[in-house]
């Protein structure tokens, strides 16, 4: 009877992987798709919907389609607020006396706006995980606490989150 170590058998496992593997990256290769792939991995190192977005009531109640102003670059979570003069939505400015000290919801995507660019926000009825919600740079404790009221009372709820 042959007897093998567990050892032996782990070697095997590897090279097996390692022989996938190879070959995995020799059909990326022959297809150059390599270039795809970096994109790829970036993509999904960001935060997406789900780290977000805990819970919402539908779509079609929680989010407004909305437009961002030029110069704005918003990621995914951010903070966001309604200037009045233009309507346009913009980061949360608490010291604002515009109408940009007023959160209104999150930003659902990244935006960069070289122009004025569409979007959709979470702006009622929705539970936002905490280590999701982007806040401004310059945010103190009070005011995004009364940052978070505002939320609140839009219904939209900041969890602790994993």
């Given at each position: ?82 200037k009045t ?38 702006t009622r ?38």
């Amino acid at each position: 009877m042959n007897e093998r170590t567990t050892t032996d058998l782990e070697t095997d496992n590897l090279t097996k992987y390692r022989n996938e593997v190879l070959e995995l990256i020799r059909l990326c290769n022959l297809s150059r798709m390599p270039e795809k792939i970096g994109e790829f991995i970036e993509q999904s190192t960001s935060l997406a919907h789900g780290d977000l977005l805990k819970y919402e009531a539908s779509s079609l109640y929680s989010r407004d389609q909305i437009t961002v102003a030029k110069g704005q670059n918003l990621k995914l979570g951010t903070v966001v607020a309604k200037k009045t003069e233009d309507g346009f939505i913009r980061v949360l400015n608490p010291t604002g006396t515009d109408g940009t000290q007023t959160a209104i919801g999150a930003i659902l995507s990244d935006v960069n706006a070289t122009e004025n660019a569409k979007a959709v926000i979470i702006t009622r009825g929705a539970i936002l995980a905490d280590h999701a919600v982007v806040w401004p740079a310059n945010i103190t404790e009070e005011q995004k606490a009364e940052a978070i009221k505002q939320l609140e009372a839009r219904g939209i709820i900041i969890r602790k989150g994993v």
